[in-house]
C-alpha cells in the first residue's frame, strides 16, 4: 500500500460575510463542507468541478494558506497549522511548491528572472549555489540559461508559464500544486507544458495536486480524480474509471459540457 503524504479529515470552510446593519442577521458561505481526503505520496490527483465549488479553496487549506472552520490536515505526517507564524511552516513551504493560472500576474515585473527563479532559494535558506541552480532549473522546464538576465514582459505566455513553472520547483518540493496553471494558455503551448510537467513529475518523484477545468489535462496527467460540486467531494477514483463511467449525474453532466475537437 502506498505511503499517504497528505491527509485531510473533516476538513471545512465557511466564510461569514459582513452585516448590512447591526440588526441583520449572520450570513455565512459554506465553501467546503467536511472532507476527507488521502494523497499518496508520488501520485498525481486531479480536482475538477465547475467554478465556485471549492477547488481554490481546498487547495490552500492543504497549503495552509487558510484557516479551517474545522478539521485538520497532515502533510507527510506532521499537522498543518494554519495559525501557526511563517517560521512555523517553514517545513512544508521546503516541501510544496505552487503554479498559478495567470503567468505574467504571479512574475514580478520589476525582477530579473534569475531573481524571480531563485527567491524561493533564499526565502527558504537552501544552501548552495543559487545562481548555478536557476540555470540548471531554467534548463529543465526548456529555456535558455540566458533567459535569467531578462524580465517576464519579454517572454511569451507559454515561456511566462515555464519560468513560474521553475520558480516552483527551484527549491525541489515534493509536491506541485497547480491551480488552473494551463487554462490561460493556447492548446499547442498548452500540450508542450503538460508534457513537461509529466517529465518533471518523472525524474523529481512529485506528488501532483492539479486543479483544472480542463478534463484533457487531468486525464492525461493525473492517476486520481476528485470532483466537486458545492463545497463538496461528490465522486473520486482512478481517472480511467471516473471519466468513462462516472457514478454521478453531475459528474456526467459536467464531462458532457466538455467541447471537444
Given at each position: 500500500m502506498s505511503e499517504v503524504l497528505?491527509?485531510?479529515?473533516?476538513?471545512?470552510?465557511?466564510?461569514a460575510a459582513l452585516r448590512l446593519t447591526a440588526f441583520s442577521p449572520r450570513r455565512v458561505t459554506?465553501?467546503?463542507?467536511?472532507?476527507?481526503?488521502?494523497?499518496?505520496?508520488?501520485?498525481?490527483?486531479?480536482?475538477?468541478?465547475?467554478?465556485?465549488?471549492g477547488k481554490s479553496t481546498l487547495v490552500r487549506?492543504?497549503?495552509?494558506?487558510?484557516?479551517?472552520?474545522?478539521?485538520?490536515?497532515?502533510?507527510?505526517?506532521?499537522?498543518?497549522?494554519?495559525r501557526a507564524s511563517a517560521r512555523s511552516l517553514h517545513w512544508l513551504r521546503r516541501m510544496t511548491g505552487i503554479v498559478f493560472q495567470d503567468p505574467y500576474a504571479s512574475l514580478d515585473?520589476?525582477?530579473t528572472v534569475e531573481r524571480i527563479v531563485a527567491e524561493p532559494l533564499w526565502a527558504l535558506g537552501v544552501d548552495g549555489d543559487h545562481r548555478a541552480r536557476v540555470r540548471e532549473v531554467l534548463a529543465d522546464v526548456g529555456l535558455d540559461p540566458e533567459a535569467a538576465a531578462r524580465h517576464p514582459h519579454e517572454f511569451s505566455g507559454g515561456q511566462r508559464q515555464r519560468i513560474a513553472l521553475a520558480r516552483a520547483i527551484a527549491h525541489r518540493p515534493q509536491v506541485l500544486f497547480g491551480d488552473e496553471p494551463l487554462s490561460a494558455l493556447d492548446v499547442t503551448v498548452r500540450a508542450q507544458i503538460l508534457e513537461l510537467i509529466r517529465g518533471l513529475r518523472e525524474r523529481e518523484g512529485l506528488t501532483l495536486v492539479m486543479v483544472s477545468h480542463d478534463i484533457g489535462v487531468v486525464q492525461?496527467?493525473?492517476?486520481?480524480v476528485v470532483v466537486m460540486k458545492d463545497?463538496?467531494?461528490?465522486?473520486?477514483?482512478?481517472?480511467?474509471?471516473?471519466?468513462?463511467?462516472?457514478?454521478?449525474?453531475y459528474t456526467r453532466r459536467l464531462l458532457a459540457s466538455i467541447p471537444t475537437i
Open positions: 497528505i491527509r485531510a479529515s473533516g476538513l471545512s470552510r465557511e466564510y459554506t465553501a467546503l463542507q467536511p472532507t476527507d481526503l488521502e494523497i499518496a505520496r508520488g501520485e498525481a490527483v486531479g480536482v475538477i468541478g465547475e467554478s465556485g465549488s487549506l492543504l497549503l495552509g494558506l487558510d484557516r479551517p472552520t474545522s478539521g485538520t490536515v497532515e502533510v507527510d505526517g506532521r499537522a498543518v497549522d494554519a515585473p520589476r525582477m492525461n496527467l493525473c492517476d486520481t463545497g463538496a467531494v461528490i465522486e473520486s477514483g482512478p481517472t480511467s474509471e471516473v471519466l468513462r463511467r462516472p457514478r454521478e449525474d
